[in-house]
């Protein structure tokens, strides 16, 4: 049989509309949440910006630093994780109901006061520098990156997500807090709830979860490939 699935479109208060697919099966909560524009806006000689701030941003948030931020985490039984690709900047949050509103509080600190601490950085830092070292010496990708400056020439496509070993370094605390500020905003964040919850509880939590974001990002549109 095909399933009928009802999908809501929920508006808060403030305006922020995600899609709700209310599901009462279980006592979960699945959110993903996507930000238009991904790897492929990096600045030239920063190759590798999105990709580094998708591996900090759960490594500590205002008051909670990383080892506090991933404890809370645990503690709350949830899962927050955050991907770069070309195109977009993800996010996947899950949680119990009852966890809902601190699950959310901590997405919330994590956009809103990430803190890129100097440990953090320089652990994830150099295992990108490992990971590069490792694709380097990786038949296959170096065949599909060769692929890609033929296929897309000087187009950003061609350009390497996870960035080489000098601009992985010239990455900065200030560069990913600019990073932050510029292109997470609310006029290109597209939301998708599935789970235990109502329209009415959704549209409070988008609130107070979202509104802190600036209405427009920087432009995300890439030149016709």
Do not use: C
């Amino acid at each position: 049989h095909a399933i009928a699935i009802d999908v809501q479109r929920v508006q808060s208060k403030g305006g922020i509309v995600a899609l709700l697919v209310e599901d009462h099966t279980n006592p979960i909560i699945n959110a993903k949440i996507v930000f238009r524009g991904g790897s492929a806006l990096d600045p030239e000689n920063l190759e590798g910006l999105t990709s580094m701030v998708s591996s900090l941003l759960d490594e500590g948030a205002a008051t909670l630093d990383s080892q506090s931020f991933q404890q809370r985490i645990k503690d709350l039984a949830m899962s927050l994780s955050f991907s770069a690709s070309r195109e977009v900047f993800g996010i996947n949050l899950t949680t119990l109901t009852r966890n809902s509103e601190e699950a959310f509080s901590l997405l919330n600190l994590s956009l809103s006061q990430p803190r890129f601490d100097e440990e953090p950085v320089a652990r994830i830092r150099s295992q990108t520098h490992a990971h590069l070292r490792q694709i380097s010496e990786d038949p296959s990708a170096i065949a599909g990156q060769a692929l890609f400056k033929i296929l897309f020439d000087n187009h950003a496509y061609s350009r390497l997500g996870h960035g080489t070993p000098k601009s992985i370094d010239a990455i900065t605390s200030d560069t990913m807090h600019r990073f932050v500020q510029r292109r997470f905003a609310k006029d290109n964040m597209v939301i998708g709830i599935v789970g235990d919850i109502n329209a009415e509880t959704l549209a409070e939590l988008l609130d107070k979860t979202f509104s802190f974001l600036p209405d427009n990002a920087m432009p995300w549109a890439l030149p016709e490939v």
